[in-house]
């Protein structure tokens, strides 16, 4: 059985740091990509940055020079670090594995990141 389970959450004044960990448990054959979602009280789930296959990155406009993901194969863990955190930055962040031909989705059970001003 798959698990994804987020660590590293919590409450940090603006400008502040925090870095995310996700540890992917069980076995997940033909990953296409990692990463981390954000979902703001009455906000659509978006894209804050993700790694593919081959290691190239994406990240969401908003976050650019701010946030830098990794990925660790061999410990199976997705880290988010986080610098120069904004209030706007206030969200639940989601740890996602995307694997197969369909593009199917894993997802953790998320973890508050509040950024206060």
């Known amino acids: 059985q798959v698990q994804l389970v987020e660590s590293g959450g919590g409450l940090v004044q603006a400008g502040g740091s925090l870095r995310l960990s996700c540890v992917v448990s069980g076995a997940i054959f033909s990953i296409n990509s990692m990463g981390w979602y954000r979902q703001a009280p009455g906000k659509q789930r978006e894209l804050v940055a993700s790694i593919l296959r081959d290691r190239t990155t994406n990240y969401a406009d908003s976050v650019k020079g701010r946030f830098t993901i990794s990925r660790d194969v061999a410990k199976n863990t997705v880290d988010l670090q986080m610098k120069s955190l904004e209030p706007e930055d206030t969200a639940v962040y989601y740890c996602?594995?995307?694997?197969?031909?369909?593009?199917?989705?894993?997802w953790g059970q998320g973890t508050q990141v509040t950024v206060s001003s």
């Open positions: 996602n594995v995307r694997y197969g031909l369909l593009s199917r989705d894993y």
